[in-house]
């Protein structure tokens, strides 16, 4: 009877302890890695394109002290002759130029807007340097991340849709 009783007791505190947590912010809730699965642009005129074609690859990373890397990648990127990453042609580092983008810097998440704030200190499109993005996070889950630039600066006026999946280890 004794070890009912105690049994009961101990799931009932751990119900109760689990219960009592206080929900996730959406800012400590975006913390960790997340892969890239996919950008959607949509143009004024309702035109889709994926500017880093159907199988790009990346992440996008946030610390818990503020601070955010993302890289995007087109899954088919030209692999460049010689080993040597300056020795592209004209053609092969047009390619890579419109295939990929990276950034980082610092972030700011608005709880009430749903909205991210990338600062951006740095980025392989250079004119972002110094620019601050807002993104709506128009979905976020344990697993799964959307968010939406409505400011995108390619075939403006767009609407950007990045996809992410929070990376596990070995994928």
Avoid: C
């Amino acid at each position: 009877m004794k070890a009912g009783l105690a049994a009961t007791l101990v799931l009932g505190l751990g119900v109760s302890s689990a219960v009592a947590q206080p929900a996730k912010t959406l800012r400590d809730q975006l913390v960790g890695t997340w892969a890239f699965v996919i950008a959607e642009i949509t143009t004024a005129d309702g035109k889709k394109s994926l500017p880093f074609g159907d199988k790009p690859r990346g992440m996008l990373i946030f610390t818990a002290d503020g601070q955010f890397s993302q890289v995007h990648v087109a899954g088919d990127l030209p692999r460049i002759a010689g080993n040597n990453r300056l020795g592209g042609t004209p053609e092969d580092n047009r390619a890579i130029v419109h295939g990929s983008l990276a950034m980082f810097g610092t972030y700011t998440v608005d709880e009430n807007k749903k909205t991210v704030t990338f600062k951006i200190e740095g980025s392989t499109y250079p004119n972002l340097a110094g620019v601050a993005q807002t993104r709506n996070i128009d979905a976020l889950t344990a697993d799964e991340f959307r968010n939406t630039n409505p400011a995108a600066s390619r075939d403006v006026p767009a609407v950007a849709t990045n996809f992410y999946k929070r990376a596990r280890s070995g994928q």
